[in-house]
């Protein structure tokens, strides 16, 4: 099977190759016969007993036996030589991965099927060695001599009037044409293909190779539309593979692992339909059904790597960082151990991102910069493919097999004249190519080199930056604290004597600005106490104890009630009836609590109400703190957790703002591991969300979902 690399999408290669597995031959429970075309008992002996040891999900175990089995054959046939070579294609092609070594079985496999004595042996082998041989080039990117090979195997199925051999074709070209983004082309092959291999019923149901590969014509004919942007279409398409498998499988016990795998991988194609759609729930429903099937031993392990870069993306999309490290951190054990470039490409992508979202800029600019390097590397290699002329490759080897036909009308002569004059002229046309690519290559490592220079000066001055501006930040927070720190006390002092100062006999107008500069310092003290907090936050330890969620909730609203009394406001109070208790820091959750009481209390107008809401969800306690008040700008939303924010506004009564509470707040919260966030509508009222785990395991591995929340 191939991936096209350009999307990640799972394009379905036939497996055709489940027959090299299975003795689907003549001679198959029959008398043993002298007739080299057909197989042995011997080796059908052999070969029953390799299928059950590759049945077990140990295909190195099921090679070894056939090797030391196959040594001790006597006098073995043609057809057991090839199947013989063939299950060895199978292992390093379609499970190890080794392409180059399952080329030189390929090749063995065209030379046995040459030395066929009967024309029915010849027409069965020689097509599927060449079908073996075009697929190992097509994973080796030598795309030119896979397509010849797949053109040979389609000459001998026609001349044979082999239906199943044009149908391998069609599925071939199609897979061509898919490679080439000509998306309704591969759909039409496709379902030429579908049409040529139609079976009756009951063929079918003992034929598992047949039913296989048209469950696949289906997916890849949805695949074809989805990449032609008919989406409608390719759903369709997905749901009939879906329902092919279900309505067959029961057919096929013994092949569960291989229905489940083609399961899996038309979960993750219709998923990319919903992910374009914006139907991400669907989308991540269906990619954790793909992972959790072909992630398993002896399943598809890269097309569960790519249905995990699709869900990393629909992870960063959603801001989940915590889902999105775990699943990285899977994602990267599997490819050390499963070679996948273009998983390790979109790895490297997504990573860089979460980084970015971390802040750890060093590690996300490295991280970027390996995914450029490998994506470029990828998309060299694909656009060979897309150079190449599939019209005028096919015109030339029709052009060869009139010459093969003139060789059997003996004209051997004019064959080898033209034979002859053709390689003179491709030989001085490759001499100048190879001399003027030759001259051209100088140029372009001379200028790679100075651009690799260029990018390494431009690396060091990104880091040297990135430590200056780690350090600025670290001397702007020490600088900070020391300043806020030394200014505490003398303003304090301050806010004492004017306190003093106003209960003396003084003039009216005295006492006014007495009382002003008294407020004045108070406010600046609740400056200073703030700043400190905040940038302490970071380096305090939680101090973390079972709390009656309930009784915490309830007490800050008793403490803030007579500040809602003073606008005229009532503070409305609705918990479960379940007491809840929960391993939190006292202070600190009473702290946000109390936070967004005060603000609800700062910006809603005289005599409106305030609700605030605890509620179970799932694993976690949700507080919600709704208020009727001026509600937040579009413009300032995005501000409003960050510190020294520019958000701050004053109350409805003139109360003065400082733009720390909240971000304190996030910062409380998220070393509790939980999440806190905001809806509002200018001008009608804005609900705060505090959430918190309920367990302790949760606050070490939970990430938490957004929850809406009724307030009453």
């Keep these: 099977m191939h991936r096209i690399h350009s999307s990640g999408s799972k394009l379905s290669r036939s497996h055709w190759w489940l027959c090299l597995l299975l003795p689907i031959i003549s001679a198959c429970g029959q008398k043993k016969t002298t007739d080299t075309g057909n197989y042995s008992e011997e080796y059908l002996t052999i070969q029953k007993q390799a299928d059950k040891i590759w049945g077990l999900n140990n295909s190195a175990a099921a090679v070894h036996y056939m090797d030391s089995a196959f040594r001790k054959l006597p006098n073995a046939t043609i057809n057991d030589k090839f199947r013989f070579y063939a299950f060895h294609y199978v292992h390093y092609q379609k499970l190890v991965h080794d392409y180059k070594t399952s080329l030189l079985y390929a090749d063995s496999m065209i030379a046995l099927a040459k030395k066929s004595v009967t024309p029915k042996q010849y027409s069965t082998n020689y097509p599927e060695a060449n079908f073996a041989l075009g697929d190992a080039y097509f994973e080796l990117k030598q795309f030119n001599d896979a397509y010849q090979a797949y053109y040979e195997g389609y000459i001998t199925g026609k001349s044979y009037l082999n239906t199943a051999a044009q149908a391998d074709y069609t599925y071939r070209m199609g897979m061509i044409m898919y490679q080439k983004a000509q998306y309704k082309l591969a759909a039409n092959y496709f379902k030429d293909s579908y049409r040529q291999s139609s079976v009756d019923s009951y063929t079918l149901n003992k034929d598992f190779v047949s039913f296989y590969r048209r469950q696949e014509l289906l997916d890849n004919i949805g695949l074809s539309y989805r990449h032609n942007n008919e989406n409608d279409t390719a759903i369709v398409y997905f749901d009939k593979a879906l329902k092919y498998i279900g309505e067959n499988a029961l057919n096929f016990p013994d092949k569960k692992l291989h229905i489940d795998m083609a399961r899996g991988v038309a979960y993750g194609n219709k998923a990319e339909v919903y992910i374009q759609n914006n139907q991400d729930q669907q989308a991540i429903a269906l990619l954790k059904k793909s992972i959790a099937i072909n992630l398993q031993p002896g399943f598809d392990n890269r097309d569960a790597q790519f249905s995990e870069v699709k869900l990393g993306n629909l992870y960063l999309k959603a801001n989940q960082t915590d889902s999105l490290a775990l699943l990285l951190h899977d994602l990267r054990s599997q490819l050390d151990t499963t070679k996948n470039p273009d998983a390790e490409a979109d790895y490297n992508r997504l990573i860089g991102n979460y980084y970015q979202k971390k802040n750890d800029l060093s590690q996300a600019i490295s991280h970027i910069q390996r995914y450029n390097f490998l994506k470029d590397s990828i998309a060299k290699t694909a656009s060979l493919l897309m150079e190449s002329d599939i019209n005028q490759q096919l015109a030339n080897y029709e052009k060869q097999h009139e010459i093969d036909l003139l060789s059997n009308d003996n004209k051997l002569q004019v064959i080898y004249i033209y034979a002859v004059t053709l390689v003179a002229v491709l030989t001085a046309i490759i001499m100048f190519l190879v001399f003027r690519n030759w001259r051209r290559s100088k140029k372009d490592v001379l200028t790679v080199n100075i651009l690799n220079q260029q990018i390494n000066e431009q690396n060091h001055v990104l880091e040297n930056t990135l430590t200056e501006l780690n350090n600025s930040s670290k001397e702007k927070d020490r600088i900070l604290r020391t300043v806020a720190h030394d200014l505490r006390n003398p303003i304090g002092g301050i806010a004492s004597l004017t306190g003093m100062m106003a209960e003396d006999d003084y003039t009216e107008e005295q006492k006014e600005l007495i009382n002003l500069v008294r407020e004045t310092s108070v406010n600046s003290l609740e400056l200073i106490n703030e700043i400190l907090e905040a940038t302490n936050m970071q380096s305090v330890k939680l101090n973390l104890e079972p709390v009656e969620i309930n009784s915490l909730v309830n007490n800050s609203v008793e403490l803030l009630r007579f500040k809602a009394a003073e606008k005229g406001q009532k503070v409305l109070l609705e918990t479960p009836d379940k007491q809840q ?131 009453a």
């Design 581 to 711: 208790e929960l391993m939190v820091s006292r202070e600190k959750i009473w702290r946000v609590i109390s936070n967004l009481i005060s603000n609800a209390i700062k910006f809603s107008p005289t005599g409106e109400t305030i609700a605030v809401k605890v509620a179970n969800c799932d694993d976690s306690v949700v507080i919600s703190v709704k208020d009727n008040g001026i509600g937040i700008p579009e413009k300032l939303r995005n501000e409003v957790f960050n510190m020294f924010t520019s958000a701050q506004r004053p109350g409805t009564d003139g109360e003065k703002s400082f733009g720390l509470g909240l971000s304190i707040c996030r910062q409380i919260v998220e070393k509790h591991h939980g999440k806190i966030w905001f809806e509002s509508s200018d001008g009608r009222g804005t609900t705060f969300f505090v959430s918190l785990p309920v367990q302790p395991s949760d606050i070490a591995s939970s990430s938490p979902q957004k929850v809406s929340v009724p307030v």
